[in-house]
């Protein structure tokens, strides 16, 4: 009943929409609108050292240790139309993962947005949606070169083993400053990931309410609800999740936590595939800090832990990994990382780490050094 509500009320606002869009242009003469796309991005390039235990790797390949990486390059066009009507066009470029020999191109998003006021702004196409907090942020903004494992493999896997953050659909957002610096975003999307048709007729909703209670303190509260599985399948594959963040922010320091929890219903943990009759309840944490030196504004310190279960029904799925780094910025974003992060895995062969294709007891440190050019 909420879905159909929510699909009635979009359907009646892409009404209200066209008609005010027409209505501009005729308050406009016709005349057209100046076009004058924004054109940025970034590249980010790697080296990665990684001294997990990969003797048991079946091909040459997955035996590398060490390499050189370009990791991502994006290509974005943005801009709008008038005061209301906006866009946003991105190409994701990136390099082989580990073991890979192939780069991927894909169509990152491709949106339109219309600005009714501050308090509402309706977004159409392929975007990134309102979950968590550091699922929000590009690599540019991260300060660690990684995402916390919790919210890569739990928020960054939803949708049908996931989508990057991102999905196609319809999303609503704003704020309202006066209630405690109130902002919210809200989306129905297919919930097949990026550059996918919807597999079933349901539509997933996701979205994000943070507030600001006091000066330099933000907390936010996120869900996700829908349904993953194929029409055709016997069995539905439902996925809901959760989370919790809070951050702190004053003069160069960054103080930041976050908590996630997911359900994944007719999922099986070891295969990461349907399964019926299984459940996956993955569940994790991490708590971080930055904090530019004072003497040189240019270089930034930073720590983080995290605890990471893959999965609560099965045991000894546990990755706990502590993150020291150090940034060197050039201008703005551009900067130079240096990242190093130890981990420690239980046995089991359902925990998996980022940039490894080790399992369990056999994944190791990591060292990345990350050179990001925003452009």
Known sequence: MIKRLFMSAVMAGAVLLGSTVWAAEVKEGGQSVEFKPKLGGYIEAWYRSDNSDLTNQTT??????????????????????????????????????????????????????????????????????????????????????????????????????????????????GSYKRALGLTYGVAMINGSGINAGDNNAEKDIVGRVTVTPVENLTAGVSGYGGKGQDETAGFEVKES??????????????????????????????????????????????????????????????????DYEKDSNTADSRLKTTTVGLTYYLKGKTRISANYLMRNANGSTTVTAQETDAVGSRIGNLFLLQAIMVF
């Not at 990152?108 to 308090?119: E, F, I, K, P, Q």
């Not at 299984?278 to 983080?304: D, N």
Request: charged fraction near 25%; aromatic fraction near 10%; glycine fraction near 8%.
């Open 60 to 173: 040459a390949s997955k035996k590398v240790d060490n390499e050189f990486r370009v990791r991502r390059a994006r290509l974005t066009a943005s801009g709008s139309l008038n005061e209301a009507l906006g866009y946003r066009l991105t190409a994701s470029l990136d390099g082989p993962s580990p073991a890979s020999s192939a780069s991927t191109v894909k169509l990152w998003d491709a949106y339109m947005s219309y600005t009714v006021n501050d308090l509402l702004i309706v977004t159409a196409g392929q975007f990134k949606y309102d979950f968590t907090l550091e699922g929000l942020e590009s690599t540019p903004d991260r300060v660690p070169v990684l995402r916390a494992e919790s919210i890569n493999d739990i928020a960054g896997k939803l949708g049908t083993k996931g989508g990057s953050f991102r999905d196609i659909g319809v999303k609503a957002n």
């Open 241 to 306: 999740a959760w989370a919790l963040d809070a951050e702190y922010l004053y003069e160069g320091l960054k103080l930041r936590g976050e908590y996630i929890a997911a359900r994944l219903q007719n999922w099986d943990a070891a295969s990461s595939s349907a399964a019926q009759g299984k459940t996956q309840k993955p569940k994790g944490w991490y708590m971080q800090a930055s904090y530019k030196l004072p003497p040189a504004p240019s270089v930034e310190v930073m720590g983080r832990y995290e």
